[in-house]
């Protein structure tokens, strides 16, 4: 393979079969704001859901569109797969505008290299029962070899699972399914808001490791991955996008979870919403495997959840303060009126730059 380094959209994609989408607007600077000013409110300070969601899915649609638009002029073919966060809303976009595109997530690879290495395992010969929206997620099977495995799993590393997780052990073992990192935000989100107030964002220690990783990276004599990148979060990306674009550009057949059309998945959403879910990809795309009813525990909050990436997307295509302060309000991390308002306010006074409406 040649590597060609350019800022140069139009020699980057041309002649592409496929094309990552990778992006963040603002940088880590506008992350920080995300993380923090809902805090004034006592809401979660968060880059992909909630306010601080809301605000980059604001700052971030109309770039990723633009973008599509240049990929479908000079690679009319490539498929366009989406890292860019929030990549259920972003995904979503891309699809209602003809794209074709794919959204894809680290967490259930993550998710699978953890349990595999737990159960002495390669991680290939593990299949999960992962469901629900990019970030809002719960793996309630794991199958090795047609068994289900989750059960065991929970028995013998339930506490180095929740410790992973940061919630309760007894939680877990009461649901016997695996919750995201992310539903930490809506399992305990008091304690959470609590933690965020006394700790430094993530966004500033991260833009600290970037600093130290570009250093590094600056020497043509570093050979070895830095142990910093370790910290920088996004581990098993690379291994992630290779998969997929090989089962797409090979016809593979093969399942991984990505984030596509539900088209009845869940029949408790639409159509058109973007799930996260394991599906068989070929050279046509991705189709969602069936799924088995999910319990209203969960279907709740996906729905919930759901509803609100379709106003923020709304608010990100056509602007207005009416459209985003919907979207907050139907956000479950939101949901009061008084609570929206103020985060409306702040939200557009701190993004005003990136918001041409």
Request: glycine residues 8%.
């Amino acid at each position: 393979a040649e590597v060609v380094a350019t800022a140069d959209l139009r020699r980057g994609v041309e002649g592409a079969q496929a094309v990552l989408f990778q992006l963040r607007v603002g940088g880590q600077a506008a992350r920080n704001v995300d993380e923090t000013f809902p805090l004034a409110c006592g809401c979660v300070g968060q880059e992909t859901t909630g306010a601080g969601g809301l605000a980059k899915a604001l700052r971030t649609v109309p770039v990723v569109l633009d973008l599509a638009a240049q990929v479908r002029e000079h690679a009319p073919e490539a498929w366009i797969v989406d890292f860019t966060n929030p990549v259920g809303i972003v995904t979503r976009a891309l699809l209602d505008s003809g794209h074709r595109a794919i959204g894809l997530c680290n967490v259930a690879i993550g998710f699978q290299r953890r349990f595999a290495a737990h159960l002495g395992l390669a991680p290939e010969r593990l299949q999960l029962g992962h469901v629900g929206l990019n970030h809002l997620t719960w793996e309630r099977a794991v199958y090795v070899d047609g068994e289900n495995v989750l059960p065991r799993l929970i028995a013998e590393h339930g506490q180095a699972i929740a410790d992973d997780l940061h919630l309760p052990l007894e939680l877990i073992e009461r649901l016997q399914v695996v919750p995201s990192y992310y539903l930490r935000y809506f399992y305990a989100h008091d304690l959470v808001v609590e933690e965020q107030r006394t700790r430094p964002s993530r966004a500033s220690e991260v833009a600290a490791l970037e600093e130290q990783l570009l250093r590094l990276y600056a020497d043509p004599g570093v050979d070895t991955k830095p142990e910093q990148l370790a910290k920088r979060g996004g581990a098993f990306y690379s291994e992630a996008a290779v998969a997929l674009i090989a089962s797409l550009l090979g016809d593979r057949g093969d399942v991984q979870v990505v984030n596509t059309r539900n088209n009845g998945t869940l029949p408790f959403l639409s159509d058109d919403a973007v799930i996260e879910v394991p599906a068989k990809v070929t050279g046509a795309g991705a189709v969602p495997l069936p799924v088995e009813p999910v319990e209203p525990l969960y279907a709740g909050l996906i729905a919930g959840v759901s509803a609100y990436e379709e106003l923020a997307l709304q608010a990100a295509l056509y602007g207005g303060a009416d459209r985003v302060r919907n979207a907050l309000l139907a956000h479950p991390l939101v949901g009061q009126e008084a609570i929206a308002a103020e985060l409306t306010s702040l939200l557009l006074e701190k993004n005003g730059e990136y918001l041409p409406w």
